[in-house]
T-cell receptor, first 112, second 112 residues
Framework: NAGVTQTPKFQVLKTGQSMTLQCAQD?????MYWYRQDPGMGLRLIYY???????DKGEVPNGYNVSRLNKREFSLRLESAAPSQTSVYFC???????????FGNGTRLTVT | ELKVEQNPLFLSMQEGKNYTIYCNYS?????LYWYRQDPGKSLESLFV?????AVKQEGRLMASLDTKARLSTLHITAAVHDLSATYFC????????????FGEGTQLTVNP
């Protein structure tokens, strides 16, 4: 059982480049989330999808877009990367709150 | 906007000692979550607390929730080195849909 799978694990981008972070879950969960983790700031919610076909902004959505492609997959796109987007990105899913979130292993992104 | 604050942010303790991590939040909620993160790893769920007065225990960790005080505590009993990790609390503000807001995290180091 793979759980939540994120790709890639590491990525280095130059300022202005674009990329898509992929996330897939095999637990038939309804809700999916994208967080970023920066030192001393905990996890901050970028976007979430409460159910297939819906997406909503979190605390820090600027500079990002998301797509809930189907029930399994939730992708995060950076259209024009900036150094401030250097972070560790976590995807998570849950059947529905208050069931706990299951997290992927993270993507470490560096923007130079 | 929901705010979740933890203290202390850094905690260094000796094996065998007891200590408590505090999690305060700014809005009415009766859904509180605790997660653990080992260095360089993902987050794993420890506890889900769903009502005022809820108490859950697993090994040397015990979590409780006081919704009137908007406070949760994570108590560590007779700490061992294996408990060294970063601990996050998170709050589910039911009025904002499926959002889960995290605290900054408490980095715990247990020294021999």
């Amino acid at each position: 059982n793979a759980g939540v799978t994120q790709t890639p694990k590491f990525q280095v981008l130059k300022t202005g480049q674009s990329m898509t972070l992929q996330c897939a879950q095999d637990m038939n969960h309804n809700s999916m989330y994208w967080y970023r983790q920066d030192p001393g700031m905990g996890l901050r919610l970028i976007y979430y999808s409460a159910s297939e076909g819906t997406t909503d902004k979190g605390e820090v959505p600027n500079g990002y877009n998301v797509s809930r492609l189907n029930k399994r997959e939730f992708s995060l796109r950076l259209e024009s990367a900036a150094p401030s987007q250097t972070s560790v990105y976590f995807c998570a899913s849950t059947r529905t709150l208050p069931s706990p979130l299951h997290f992927g292993n993270g993507t470490r992104l560096t923007v130079t | 906007e929901l705010k979740v604050e933890q203290n202390p942010l850094f905690l260094s303790m000796q094996e065998g000692k007891n200590y408590t991590i505090y999690c305060n939040y700014s809005t009415t909620s009766d859904r509180l979550y605790w997660y653990r993160q080992d260095p360089g790893k993902s987050l794993e769920s420890l506890f889900v607390l769903l009502s005022n007065g809820a108490v859950k225990q697993e090994g040397r960790l015990m979590a409780s929730l006081d919704t009137k005080a908007r406070l949760s505590t994570l108590h560590i009993t007779a700490a061992v080195h294996d408990l060294s990790a970063t601990y996050f609390c998170a709050v589910d503000d039911k009025t904002s849909g499926s959002r889960l807001t995290f605290g900054e995290g408490t980095q715990l180091t247990v020294n021999p």
